[in-house]
């Protein structure tokens, strides 16, 4: 009993910060129409350079927000500078995003050592309450909680502010939001930074709980991918269910089936794809 | 002589010249180096079917390049013998590219590419994580190269022979198929699907072969890389490799005959020279991913060739040919 309700915690726990990694990942999918292959990557240099910030003895929740910052201006220049030049060639413009995270890898590799690091649990956080018998760890509900405040913040502003509104309408179609008068390429670069913060301080408040060593990108990309095609590009919805499904899946598959813990973790992508290939709240094939 | 001729001509000397490289090249690690440019050449040719004449990007080549491997180190580990060993990795590596190809078919473009990424990891997840049938980090050790014909591969001008053999029987498969009507109702589907819909080709089949035969192919370089380094590890799948022989169709020139071919050589020259001076392959690897694609979107062999055919100031002229090229260049070719 008590493993399966810790197991149903470590889920949550995933899911969560899966979706802190999506949203961001669905967002530039669903506007951009490319799939942003250095998505793992921003999360696993924003785990790096917030280690580097807590080692340097600065204050958790200070180092998240500095490193997503940091990859905030990353992120904007890759966009601005690199994508935008290859614009409306989505196969090239992936390739590049592929290239760099290929770059992104080394440098971690050669900066950070391939030994992993684990930052130690914000002290106000270490703990453990006791409730129904059992002890929860706080931290861990912590970044849920952090999880569903960014999910309602994310999803006020989609849907009820002008800026939401018009990323909506680059979302549905591009051409004609641009004969609006929208300036979709600056909702570009505006979404691409904010993916790459969100995952950059994913990657920092999961650090303690994940770890972070050389191939944490290559981990957490794929994961991305099949929460997107699960849950349909550019719905928030579908990326917080699909984070859900999958933080559920990759837990329960580790523990009862290790060799086999791949394959379950993509059946349901494989499912959807035959069954219902926009995702589950996609609204077009 | 007619310029068919003069490069028919051409085409005969350099072969001659690669089919006699063990006996003007003394040093065994240059015939070895060879020997690693040809079967990746196979590899980056089958996937140029794909990429290049059916416009559909894989990302996920290197888990069919791998399923081969497997299943001959597999197999000869459980004492089968290497003509069994080579059957049953052909045969796995396509019944598995069919399964690539019923699921990545449902789509095109960015999504193909995605359903093929994700299909690769899975089978990297499995090289990876099944250890009790992959031996996992560890990898599968092959004790012995095969002996076709009562010629032992063991030494490298032998492997390097066999490896040509095979290079060149891809060569003019390859060959074959662009001539082929196959060949052109592939490169219709990729140009104008909708327009070979209407004309009644089915689109769907047709990129279903171009699959099997780009799996096939994948299939048996898998094999050479197999049994050249009588090794295999789960690295071999990851996407790296996938990355990197997309980077060699790229490079040479998507949609060519002899882009990939030149795309391996000068990428297995430059990890190999790379990895002489600097420990740092990836970054270089990425480096000039970033580089072709951003300023040689062509690849190198089709620029050079255009070079070639009509001088600089033919480039704005955007006749025929070069339409066509423009056509085959990796923006336009996975829409």
């Known amino acids: ?285 | 002589m007619p310029p068919g001729a003069v490069r028919a001509l051409c085409l005969g000397a350099a072969l001659a010249v690669l089919a006699a490289l063990p006996w003007w090249m003394a040093n065994p690690y240059y015939v070895n180096i060879a020997s690693q440019i040809l079967f990746w050449a196979v590899f980056a040719l089958a996937l140029n079917v794909l990429v290049g004449y059916a416009g559909l990007t894989s990302l996920g080549h290197a888990g069919l390049f791998g399923m081969a491997g497997y299943t001959a180190g597999l197999m000869l580990a459980a004492g089968a013998g290497h003509a069994a060993a080579i059957v049953a990795a052909l045969l796995a590596t396509l019944a598995t590219t069919a399964i690539f190809a019923l699921l990545a078919l449902r789509a095109t473009g960015i999504g193909f590419l995605m359903i093929t990424l994700a299909l690769g990891q899975i089978l990297w997840g499995i090289a990876y994580r099944w250890a009790s049938l992959t031996n996992g980090d560890n990898g599968v050790k092959l004790a012995d190269r095969p002996a076709p014909l009562g010629l032992h591969l063991s030494s490298p001008d032998a492997f390097y022979l066999a490896t040509f053999a095979v290079f060149l029987l891809c060569l003019a498969s390859m060959r074959l198929f662009v001539r082929s009507p196959f060949g052109a109702s592939v490169r219709g589907t990729r140009d104008q699907p909708r327009r070979m819909r209407t004309l009644g080709y089915n689109v769907w089949l047709v990129r279903f072969l171009a699959f099997l035969f780009s799996g096939f192919w994948t299939g048996v370089a898998g094999l050479l890389f197999v049994y050249y380094n009588q090794f295999i590890s789960p690295q071999v799948v990851a996407l790296q490799t996938s990355a990197e022989v997309l980077l060699m169709v790229i490079s040479g020139g998507v949609g060519t005959l002899f882009g990939p071919v030149a795309g391996a050589a000068i990428v297995v020259v430059m990890k190999n020279v790379a990895s002489a001076y600097v420990e740092r392959w990836n970054m270089v690897l990425g480096i000039i991913f970033v580089l072709i694609i951003v300023f040689m979107p062509e690849g190198l062999v089709p620029g050079a060739a255009r070079l070639v055919r009509r001088g600089y100031r033919g480039l704005r002229a955007g006749s025929g040919p070069a339409a066509a090229e423009a056509a085959a260049s990796p923006g336009t070719a996975g829409r």
Request: net charge positive; proline share 5%.
């Open chain 1, 1 to 285: 009993m008590l493993f399966w309700l810790l197991l149903a915690v470590n889920s949550i726990t995933m899911g969560g910060l899966l979706f802190l990694l999506s949203a961001g990942f669905s967002l530039i999918f669903g506007l951009m129409r490319i799939p942003n292959l250095m998505h793992g990557s921003f999360f696993m240099l924003g785990a790096y350079l917030g280690a580097t910030f807590l080692a340097r003895g600065m204050n958790f929740w200070a180092a998240a927000l500095l490193s997503a910052a940091a990859m905030v201006v990353i992120g904007g220049l890759i966009e601005r500078f690199l994508l935008r030049r290859l614009a409306g060639q989505d196969l090239a413009q992936v390739l590049l995003t592929l290239g760099l995270s290929f770059v992104v890898a080394d440098l971690c590799l050669m900066v950070w050592t391939g030994d992993p690091i684990q930052p130690p649990t914000p002290p106000g956080l270490a703990g453990a309450f006791r409730a129904f018998g059992m002890f929860f760890p706080i931290f861990r509900l912590a970044i849920v909680a952090i999880a569903v405040v960014v999910a309602v913040a994310l999803w006020l502003m989609i849907e009820r502010t002008r800026l939401g509104a018009m990323i909506r309408a680059g979302v549905d179609d591009p051409a004609i939001a641009r004969v609006m008068g929208i300036k979709v390429s600056q909702l570009f670069t505006l979404i691409f930074c904010l993916g790459a913060g969100l995952a950059a301080f994913a990657g920092v408040i999961g650090a303690p709980y994940l770890s972070i060593y050389p191939g944490l990108d290559a981990d957490m990309l794929p994961l991305a991918l099949i929460i997107v095609i699960l849950g349909g590009a550019g719905s928030l919805a579908g990326a917080l269910l699909g984070s859900f499904i999958i933080g559920f899946l990759y837990n329960f598959g580790q523990a009862l089936f290790p060799d086999l813990a791949y394959v379950i973790l993509f059946l349901p992508m494989l499912l959807i794809l035959v069954l219902r290939p926009q995702g589950l709240f996609g609204r077009v094939g």
